[in-house]
């Protein structure tokens, strides 16, 4: 794809901006010497230890502790970060030249994820900067719905007045209902054309929202005679491939339908199943040497998004060596302060360290993909031109011929056929055919191409699959960011995801796609090797979490110690780690302009999770590998906040952002702990009480000053949680997990006293 540079102005359409980390890993360097220091101490004062199982199990869990530390020390040590020069692009190619983009767009459910996001995604996609004729705009709908169907159709009738609009007046936001706020009026000096235009587009947009409600507040009466009869009586887990061509028109991208066949019999691996029969079908139908994905949540926020990505595209270097291009998920409208901690703004540093490394982890939306690294070709690969073997293209892409025929092009390397491009729907049977359920059977999609099946943490797994293969990535963040989206805004949404995450990440270490056998086998980078144990061990790291959480507890009730006394010189060990901890996460955040509420909301929810969502999922993993248990891609719920103030269900405003609860057992190891500190504590004062005022000093010491501070640290981790206790409905932990949690609770004091008694 890279083409010569007509222009004798050579300024780069790419740059890589190295930015200065002399402080931060200073810093990190000291945190990590006292880390050392600690354990180093714990060894040399193992023998003198009366109850050494504390101390021993405090070993174990810092030892672990300091390699995670090691290991985020190593993907952040040097960073940097992509800028794009889009107007530089325009100067140089030509739009004849630019490659035509497949987009995909992916939905499960039209209840969790309400049409009308879906619909904003579509069309503020249809409406980006670029030659229409290049882009063909695929949505997967795996609910199988005739309401998505109907929404898609009726979208696509607007889009034809909202496209034209937005480039004719240039507009910036093309996500109608992000444009269409209560309070946005075009200005007075804008010309009375535009005005009027802004009028008519808001009556459509308001038309088109309201055919939506109307369709989704009532069944859906598919007419026999009608685009809808092939929805009758259809079972969303067991039906046939439904694809139709609502738009090959010239004036607008093309715009395809696609619910893939699904039966019971057949797995249909979620997202990545979805994904792959998308790639297939557009394989078949206009065969795009690039795809760009995009979840239903998520919407273009800046119209130039395709030009930032064709600057890093075009760039002759990453020809060779980028297998894919990735934009940032931001979010619009998140909750103040990240109460739950899933907007991922303390990963800045991260990912700036990855840039520095082979590149940005693949994070499922936003993604640019070249359609020949998905199909598995290697950066050094490129003689697979010319007489590719029939029965390889077979084994690899399946039996459809046209499919093979597309993918030997692309193999290739040379430029797509144009024929296909201007009507797909002569090419509805042969789509029809690579959406079916057994299609994958006996050949290499899920394995070796397309995206990767055996973890719900798709993305990841994917794009270890493509770095693996010794391609590089690259991260971008035009202004204004490329795309927003919506973040869970409940805490049982945001569980949901954080479950699924954890889970996934974790079975990515069972596959064949092993970070470290990458390395060795293949062509993973050992320092990306790193940052990939790193994400996926999340899970793991919830076992020496809830064995240190529970330390400080146990000590205070059994009079034992698992940090040096208040009075020992080496007290100062575990108090500099805190406290360098604490200021430079502090530091850190207040560089990125986050606020001293969500630092503290992300410190604390870093402790919860760790504790509920992790610990669930490593057990679920156990589960999993014994057989007992399988995973699932549980989609979260998706809520629609129109800006009329009207919102929908009970969200009222105070409310928004409070912990909601309901049976299930992930937050019960998080409440568990909760109620042995509250003993320890109780335990502790009580202790004190009893003692002299004169004393009391001394028997701070005995019960331990550092134990006593963990005790209380984690209480206010848990704070939520406590509040939890004595509320009622949603707000209140159910009374059953409540009483669960207790007797766990109390076995453990049980169990601490007698492991105190001498036996
Ligand atoms: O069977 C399924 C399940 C999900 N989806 C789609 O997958 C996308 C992501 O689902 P969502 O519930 O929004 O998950 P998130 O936790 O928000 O997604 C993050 O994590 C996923 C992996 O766990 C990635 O696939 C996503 O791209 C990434 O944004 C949505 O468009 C869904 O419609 C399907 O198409 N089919
Ligand atoms: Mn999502």
Redesign the pocket.
Known sequence: MAINIQDSNCLPLQEKIVHSNKMARAIELIILSFLISMLVYRVILFKDQNNSFPWLLALVCESWFTFTWILSMCIKWNQCSFQTYPDRLLKRVNEIDFPAVDIF?????PI??PSII?MNTVLSLLAVDYPLDKLALYL???GCSPLTFYSIVETTKFAKLWVPFCKKYNIQLRAPFRYFTSTSTPLENDSLEFQHEWKKMKNEYGNLYKKIELAAQRPFTCDCNSDFAVFRDVDRSNHPAIIKVISETKDLPHVIYISREKNPKHH????????NALTRVSGVMTNAPLML??????YANNPQVFLHAMCMVFDYKNDQECGFFQFP?AFYDGLKDDPFGNQLANYYYIINGLAALQGIFY???NCFHRRKVIYGLSPNDKTKSGNIRNEDLHKVFGKSFELRESAAQILSGSNTNIENRTNPSSLIEAAIDVAGCSYEYGTHWGKKVGWLYGS?????LTGLGIHGRGWKSIITSPDPLAFL?CA?STYQSSL??QK??AI?LLEILFTDKNPFLLTIKGNLWFRQALAYCWICLWGVRSIPEICYASLPAYCIITGSRFLPKGNEQAFIIPVGIFVIYNVYILWESKRLGVSLRMWWNLQRMGRVTALTTWLFAILNMMLKLMGLSKSI????Q?EYKSNDGDDVGDNDDKNVGRFTYDKSLVIMPGVVILLVNITALVNGVLRLLKVEYNKIWMEVLTLGLGEMFCSMWLLLCFWEFLKGLFRNGKYGIPSSTIWKSGILALFFVHLCRRSSQPF
């Not at 767009?105 to 459910?109: I, K, P, S």
């Not at 994905?293 to 998520?298: F, G, H, I, L, Q």
């Open positions: 767009v992916t939905t499960a459910d969790l994820e879906t997967s709908d795996d249909h691996h979620y997202k990545a199943g979805a994904m994905n995009v979840d239903c949540d998520m998920q994070m499922g939306s719900s943490a798709e993305d990841i989206g869970p949901t995801q699924r995450w996934g891609f549980e989609v979260t998706k």
